[in-house]
Antibody, heavy 126, light 107 residues
Framework: QVQLQESGPGLVKPSETLSLTCTVSGGSISSYYWSWIRQPPGKGLEWIGY???????NYNPSLKSRVTISVDTSKNQFSLKLSSVTAADTAVYYC????????????????????WGQGTLVTVSS | QSALTQPASVSGSPGQSITISCTGTSSDVGSYNLVSWYQQHPGKAPKLMIY???KRPSGVSNRFSGSKSGNTASLTISGLQAEDEADYYCCSYAGRVFGTGTKVTVL
């Protein structure tokens, strides 16, 4: 059974960089896409970005200028960095495994999230 | 891209069936029956309930079913149980846009 666990500081100061790591156990990080998703308190889910085990990435356009997602296959981990944070970045941050495949009859790909970490609350405050 | 539109709340009595809608556009929900649905209990991580529009992962009750008509995808919960009380989110086929979320209350 694949398990994901987020780790990192629970408190970050405004204007600084939020850094989180997701450790994958029970399976290899290879051959899959991995994602970060966040949820502000009392609000809905927001996709942050994907990374393929090879290192290719895709980010939410609204966060793209501030986001970096990286992968370390030797440690079975992937990481999130979000720069210049404000109080609006306060949220529970989840990591998730992505299942993907081709959409029949098109060049598009389909994605869904089949395994999730428990989530970690990051508060932005001085 | 804008969030997919869901009703804020849906309620039903035990044993009843309820349906949660997820409305997008012709370029996302309307194009393919590939929406995924997630259940989230308070303080917990989301759980995949339906993928590719109507498929259930192993271990998910067959009381949960997915469908699509036009630009609207739907999640139906039949034989409603107390444990179904949770928030539910749909997600577009590309996994980049979630729905606004629906709180399901079991009366």
């Amino acid at each position: 059974q694949v398990q994901l666990q987020e780790s990192g500081p629970g408190l970050v100061k405004p204007s600084e960089t939020l850094s989180l790591t997701c450790t994958v156990s029970g399976g290899s990080i290879s051959s899959y896409y991995w994602s970060w998703i966040r949820q502000p308190p009392g609000k809905g889910l927001e996709w942050i970005g994907y990374i393929y085990y090879s290192g290719s990435t895709n980010y939410n356009p609204s966060l793209k200028s501030r986001v970096t997602i990286s992968v370390d296959t030797s440690k079975n981990q992937f990481s999130l960095k979000l720069s210049s944070v404000t109080a609006a970045d306060t949220a529970v941050y989840y990591c998730a495994r992505v299942k993907t495949g081709a959409v029949a009859g098109s060049s598009l790909r389909k994605y869904y999230f089949d395994y999730w970490g428990q989530g970690t609350l990051v508060t932005v405050s001085s | 891209q804008s969030a997919l539109t869901q009703p804020a709340s849906v309620s039903g009595s035990p044993g009843q069936s309820i349906t949660i809608s997820c409305t997008g556009t012709s370029s996302d929900v309307g194009s393919y029956n590939l929406v995924s649905w997630y259940q989230q209990h308070p303080g917990k991580a989301p759980k995949l309930m339906i993928y590719e529009g109507s498929k259930r992962p192993s271990g998910v009750s067959n009381r949960f079913s997915g469908s699509k008509s036009g630009n609207t995808a739907s999640l139906t919960i039949s034989g409603l149980q107390a444990e179904d009380e949770a928030d539910y989110y749909c997600c577009s086929y590309a996994g980049r846009v979630f729905g606004t979320g629906t709180k399901v209350t079991v009366l």
